[in-house]
């Protein structure tokens, strides 16, 4: 990574991580970080579910179990954060009755992660399917986001007041989701050294990284120029939406 990439990553993941972490302290804003959250992780388990059948079909057992233990990893995440939106009355909005489009023709913004479409720009829906996605590219490009992971849910978890118990277990649970990303970390940079030479996980890493930042950048550009709104993603009400989440492009 070169010395503006570098400046790029640190101006980025802070202004990220300031934001996240404003967000989950205060309790107006709580709610739609949790549903976004629950989102991210709950979305990411039939991703990750085809890609563990994908890797049992090609023989390779080692990965095929790790998948399948990240997939049940998120899949806790994802439940985490629902019942953290429970005590605060509240759920994920049900997708299958929000429409495809706003009145106006657009699509509903709350189906797109502008993140994601940055992070893999000029990459076709098709490349990224897990019965099809390049092994080097999946495993790089998730590598980056559960490392960034790992350290912004514990910023996220610290910045949490410690004067209520709701507070208190949910920093419990954002530090257990940390430490679940560090090991995913683990296993994708392991994953990338079964199969390619130190220099070549080197390169793909810092290719990801660049995009990394790139992506984080036009993201925190979005989030200012909408005035800091987010689109809402919650409803009133308790049920257990732990599941009910779209899918995504990519994984937390």
Known sequence: MNLSTQL?????????AYISARNMRDLQTRPNTLAALQMAESGSVPFLEALSARAAAEGDDWLAER???HANDERRHGQIFAQALKQLNKQLIDFKSV?????DGTPDERRRSPFFEAYFKDYSSEALKPETMDWTVFFASTYILELDA???FVRMANALPGDDLGSVSL???ILSVAQDETGHAAYLREAMERQLSLAAVDEAIA???TRKVNALIAMVGGFLQ??????ALTQEGMPDRAEA???LVGVN
């Open 67 to 69: 998948l399948a233990r």
């Open 226 to 231: 909408k005035g800091g709104k987010m689109p």
């Open 171 to 173: 920093k419990k649970g």
């Open 99 to 103: 429409p495809q489009t706003t009145t």
């Open 245 to 247: 989440a779209p899918e």
């Open 8 to 16: 790029l990553h640190i101006f980025g993941s802070g202004a990220s």
């Open 150 to 152: 790992s350290k912004d």
């Open 207 to 209: 290719t990801w990284r």
